[in-house]
C-alpha cells in the first residue's frame, strides 16, 4: 500500500530561525554545502532548515551555533513580541494533560507491569485494571 508523503507546514518560530541561521552563514560567507559538510548534513537539509521547511531539532541548532560560532539565543534574537507570545500560548495549549498518569502511583504501576515477563499474567493485569475502570465508571 503506498501513502502519500505529507507535507508539514512549520511555524514561524521555525521560519525566523532558518533566517538567522542564513543570516549568519552569509556573514561568514560560507555555502550551503560547507554548512551542511561541518554539521553532517547535505546542502539541500540545510537549505530546508533556512526556509523554516524543516524543523531544527536541539542537537543540530547545538551543532549549529558550534560551527557559526554563536550562542544558541542568537538563533532566537529579534524575534517580533507577538510572535514570542504566541509560540508560548501554544507550547501551553499542546501540553498533554497526563492526569493519573503524572502521578508516582501511575508509574509505579507501569513499571511493575512492565517488569511481568509472563504474557498470560500480563494479559490478566491488564483486563483487571479495565474490569476496576469500568465498574468505576459505573458507579
Keep these: ?24 552563514r552569509r556573514l561568514l560567507d560560507m ?12 546542502f539541500q537539509q ?10 531544527i531539532s536541539a542537537s543540530v541548532l547545538f551543532r549549529l551555533s558550534e560551527v557559526l560560532d554563536v550562542p544558541i539565543s542568537f538563533f532566537f534574537d529579534d524575534m517580533p513580541d507577538a510572535l514570542v507570545k504566541t509560540s508560548q500560548s501554544d507550547v501551553a ?31 490478566s493485569m491488564f483486563d483487571l485494571a479495565k474490569s476496576l475502570a469500568r465498574a468505576n465508571a459505573e458507579r
Excluded at 555555502?31 to 547535505?42: E, K, N, R, V
Excluded at 493519573?100 to 500480563?122: N, T
Design 93 to 123: 495549549s499542546a501540553a498533554p494533560d497526563l492526569g493519573a498518569f503524572g502521578s508516582p502511583d501511575a508509574r509505579e504501576l507501569v513499571h511493575a507491569y512492565a517488569k511481568i515477563d509472563d504474557p498470560k499474567i500480563r494479559r
Design 46 to 55: 540545510v537549505q530546508k532548515y533556512e526556509r523554516g521547511a524543516n524543523r
Design 31 to 42: 555555502s550551503q554545502a560547507d554548512l551542511g559538510d561541518a554539521i553532517g548534513l547535505t
Design 1 to 24: 500500500m503506498k501513502t502519500e508523503k505529507q507535507s508539514v507546514a512549520y511555524g514561524p518560530v521555525d521560519m525566523h530561525v532558518g533566517k538567522r541561521v542564513r543570516i549568519r
